[in-house]
């Protein structure tokens, strides 16, 4: 499967747990996204990478959130001391590098849904 | 407000009709325009993918772009019940390097 990965899918967490999702990117995808989405809503930007670099953070995302690409490859993304309304599909997708005609194509996974108790 | 406006429907139209979808958005400086489709519990794929004005078709499918009333359409021909899903659109800014920022979608179904 050359698509996007994300894991865990699902994950049902106590509030005030940390836990960690991770992106597998398509490999010569060189952009890697973070969204979030609620039920009826579309996707919320959060954060994206070029290569390693964290080129832009939303400034909606609390302290609590920090996501990595150390490597330039996969990426994760972690929430600390989770909240209720952190429940939400945690959507990762990566895109062809910056000047490419087809960068506007985001490449989505499936998703990590997030529920916290 | 929010910088990109769609209404979240639900619509639903029989089998055949013409469906007309709508996004507004407040910057001017969005530049590169597109729709997304979402099936329930995938991630949105492509459907398509317009830089600046004017009008793109891709088979069933037409986008539209309206600048100077910062308004873009989609429309689906003939539509078909394998169509129903959630509409999303979505634009960026004055560089293809941009953030993409996504509406919040229109749930459209096609009744048989």
């Known amino acids: 499967d050359t698509g996007v990965s994300q894991d865990p899918r699902h994950k049902i967490t106590k509030r005030g747990q940390n836990v960690t999702f991770r992106c597998d990117p398509i490999?010569?995808?060189?952009?890697l996204y973070w969204y979030r989405q609620t039920l009826g809503q579309g996707p919320e930007f959060l954060t994206y990478?070029?290569?390693?670099?964290?080129?832009?953070k939303s400034r909606l995302l609390s302290n609590r959130f920090s996501a990595e690409r150390p490597k330039g490859s996969f990426s994760t993304l972690e929430i600390q001391r989770t909240e209720q309304g952190d429940s939400a599909m945690y959507l990762c997708a990566s895109s062809f590098p910056a000047g490419d005609p087809n960068t506007g194509e985001l490449f989505f996974g499936e998703g990590s849904r997030l529920t916290v108790l | 407000q929010k910088e990109v406006e769609q209404d979240p429907g639900p619509l639903s139209v029989p089998e055949g009709a013409i469906v007309s979808l709508n996004c507004t958005y407040s910057?001017?400086?969005?530049?590169?325009f597109m729709w997304y489709r979402q099936y329930s519990r995938k991630g949105p794929e492509l459907l398509m993918y317009?830089?600046?004005?004017g009008n793109k078709e891709d088979g069933r499918f037409t986008a539209q772009v309206d600048k100077s009333s910062k308004y873009i359409s989609l429309f689906i021909r003939d539509s078909q019940p394998s169509d129903s899903a959630t509409y999303l659109c979505a634009m960026s800014g004055y560089s293809s390097a941009s953030k993409i920022i996504f509406g919040s979608g229109t749930r459209l179904s096609i009744r048989p």
């Open positions: 910057n001017s400086a969005f530049q590169y």
């Open positions: 317009t830089y600046s004005s």
């Open positions: 990478f070029q290569n390693e670099a964290q080129l832009e």
């Open positions: 490999s010569e995808h060189n952009r």
